[in-house]
């Protein structure tokens, strides 16, 4: 292939006049919303009073983003495509907000913002201005999906997109410093599950400007030779386009574009034309541009563009500084304004021509606002995949395991729609029954003996959680849905970008034009009280803590005892729109306590009594004995056994909690009880003995302005952990049945000096069930094989 040839016919000169008239006006809006509060067209000369007080924002990776955008939009006018971008530079937010504004979306979003002088000069006061908009390319901008905080995650982002949307192109700008990061370097993988055939492409564009905040980048430093290796070594054929002459850089990147959607268009010819789906190797770009680039030069001596000096506001101190003051004048009149926007301050006709129209804009294309192409998924009765339970504690089975063939049916019915994502941990979290129907994604190299592999698969595994959630994330955010499975410990390896989406939830509920999309689902299991045989690395349930921090109004977290629970909770979960919910679930086998009926009840009121294993008989009782999650749920069900056998005449009110965000006050939360529906169910003033899979000090968190919150006692995990046996974990962190009869003893007034006898025997019994597993390596088969006994005196119901 003649690249040189290819250069020089890429672009006409008229074409290459009008492009670069488009990079230069993308170029001046942005300085403008960095620098300007009022003069917005240079109709005077600059003072002053025309200069923001607080300069913020980011200069050195705008202009390649600028140059990046406008020639995404010449291939999108010349072959009708459906495109939309990711930006992993975030910081070049006022570069994405100025395209916006050229194309006209901004002003149809924000109406007061026109296009022409007057909005021009709201444009640039609202940018990183009180009242007004972020730096970064966030929620509020037209076409995002990813906000500019989120470095590391632009190119999982970017492939979520592409999962099932098979005519979506979707460009990612890498920065090269976000390239440094882990979670980018384990993306360019992704290429390994994006099928050809089914789904879009993305067209990665590592944007090598050379410097971060203060120092080089590591890919702009390294030989070219060994970066392109790299990228060949990801599955890419890396395109390199190089320079600081604009005309040279607009024909050499307009004819690579060209080449690379060339390529991709040829390699989906293939994969859809009926042949075997294997892995291409798919083309990407590297941009080599100054950072920087047609910035001041030098300020005070010292070079700027092309340096790490460029990365935010190359000119400082421009209201005091009449050099400065100058220097942005000539820079900003060095893009010629008056020859791109007219007498009214509206893009010239030549420029207004050149984006896409309508939903072809990448900044209005309808994927990058999910909740808009969102569509509800066909879900199955979860009511026929529940487990009969003709009494409480029967049967014995597993949660997920039950969960999975609901799951599995789900994909069935939601073949373009539905994915489910896990770290390698899909079968070993039970959900094994998904592979009955599907495979996981894949189209590298198969062997015999492989397990379900599929370039087809809509089970999304790779071990890596922060892709994982990348991907999911990036589906979700353009209107599909899905689960995320994980072990409840590694779960937090994604903390920060649970922060950076749950931030995004809350800000976009106010934004009246983004329409709310699928709630981001947690199945957390393998939890912290049954990962007893990998010990105290794998145990940690501390997701819950951090979860519980971000808004009430985003947040939920559901703890369902047994199978049918957890299957009512997840119908619900997916249901549901705009939330982050975080499921904790066994997968090993455990008692059900609930009928289905039962269940759903239940998890409707999100806490309850529990009636037939409580005997305060509808007085008010002695004790209350509350539980959430299931392993503390069993713990607390063999201590009021104990009680029942041991202090008959103790009135005991069981309480079970599903939905953890019941405990918080109406007030705080939208699910929180009343105070008067909290003293109902919890009482003003007896002992609350609660038994929590977590860690304690959260609950009283949640409960610290109640009425009775001086009588509230917490058993949870207090960071005791080890390789030992399930009971023997329970005992560590004094959740175990026999401490919280102890509990009552110690709690309950009048019960120290009558029920001593009975203390006495619940230390021994724990010194037993210790020195039983220390003899024989596992928990004696009374405590591991205890199952509940329902109540046959007809005066305790």
Known sequence: ??????????????E?????????????????????????????????????????????????????????????????????????????????????????????????VSRDEVGMAKLFRQFSFPGGIPSHVASDVP???????????????????????????????????????????????????????????????????????????VLSRIPEADLLDLMRGSGYQPYVVAGDDPAVVHRSLAATMDRALDEIAEIQRRARSGGVVERPRWPMIILRTPKGWTGPSEVDGIQVEGTYRAHQ??????????????????????????????????????????????????????????????????????????????EPGQPVAGATGVLGPWIRDVISANPETFRLFGPDEVASNRLGAAFEVTGRAWVAATLPGDDHLSPDGRVMEVLSEHLCQGWLEGYLLTGRHGIFTSYE??????????????????????????QPIASLNYLLSSHVWRQDHNGFSHQDPGFIDHVVNKKAEVVRVYLPPDANTLLATMDHCLRSRHYINVVVAGKQAAPNWLTMTEAIQHTRRGLGIWEWASNDGGIEPDVVLACCGDVPTL??????????????????????????????TDTEHPHGLTDNEFDTIFTEDRPIIFAYHGYPWLIHRLTYRRNNHDNLHVRGYKEEGTTTTPFDMVMLNDLDRFHLVIDV????????????????????????????????????????????????DPTNP
Request: hydrophobic share 40%; glycine share 8%; net charge negative.
């Open 143 to 217: 076409g995002s999906i990813h906000e500019g905080g989120e470095l590391g995650y632009a190119l999982s982002h970017a492939y979520g997109a592409a999962f099932d949307n098979p005519d979506l192109v979707v460009a990612c700008v890498v920065g090269d410093g976000e390239a440094e990061t882990g979670p980018l370097a384990g993306s360019w993988l992704s290429d390994v599950f994006l099928n050809p055939a089914r789904d879009g492409v993305v067209l990665p564009i590592l944007h090598l400007n050379g410097y971060k905040i203060a120092n080089p980048t």
């Open 1 to 14: 292939m003649d690249t040189a040839l290819d250069v020089r016919r890429a672009l006409t000169d008229d």
């Open 635 to 664: 713990e607390t069900l063999a201590a009021v056994e104990l009680l029942r056998q041991n202090l008959p005449d103790l009135r005991v009110r069981l309480v079970n909690v599903v939905d953890l965000m019941r405990l918080q």
């Open 16 to 112: 290459l006049r009008r492009l670069d008239a488009y990079w230069r006006a993308a170029n001046y809006l942005t300085v403008g919303q960095i620098y300007l509060l009022g003069n917005p067209l240079l109709r005077e000369p600059l003072t002053p009073d025309d200069i923001k007080p607080r300069l913020l924002g980011h200069w050195g990776t705008s202009p390649g983003l600028n140059l990046v955008y406008a020639h995404l939009n010449r291939v999108i006018v010349a072959r009708d495509l459906n495109a939309m971008l990711v930006t992993g530079p975030g910081h070049g937010g006022p570069a994405i907000v100025a395209n916006t504004w050229l194309e006209g979306t901004w002003s149809e979003r924000y109406h007061d």
């Open 489 to 514: 410990a590694f779960i937090h390896i994604v903390d920060s970008m649970l922060n950076q989406h749950a931030k995004w939830l809350k800000v976009t509920r106010a934004i009246p034009w983004r």
């Open 313 to 390: 506001v190359p000119l400082s101190g421009v209201r005091d500084n009449p050099a400065h003051l100058a220097e942005l004048e000539r820079w900003l009149r060095s893009y010629r304004p008056e020859e791109l926007f007219d007498a009214t301050g509206a893009p010239v006709d030549e420029l207004r021509t050149l984006p896409p129209r309508g939903d072809r804009r990448m900044s209005a294309n309808p994927v990058t606002n999910g909740g808009v192409v969102l569509r509800d998924l066909t879900l199955p009765d979860f009511r026929d995949y529940g487990v009969d339970v003709p």
């Open 745 to 792: 003893i110690d709690r309950v007034p009048g019960l120290a000096a009558s029920a001593a006898h009975l203390r006495q025997r619940m230390v021994d019994a724990r010194q037993a069930a210790r020195d039983y597993t220390r003899r024989y390596g596992e928990d004696d088969p009374e405590v591991a094989e205890w199952r509940w006994v329902r109540e046959t």
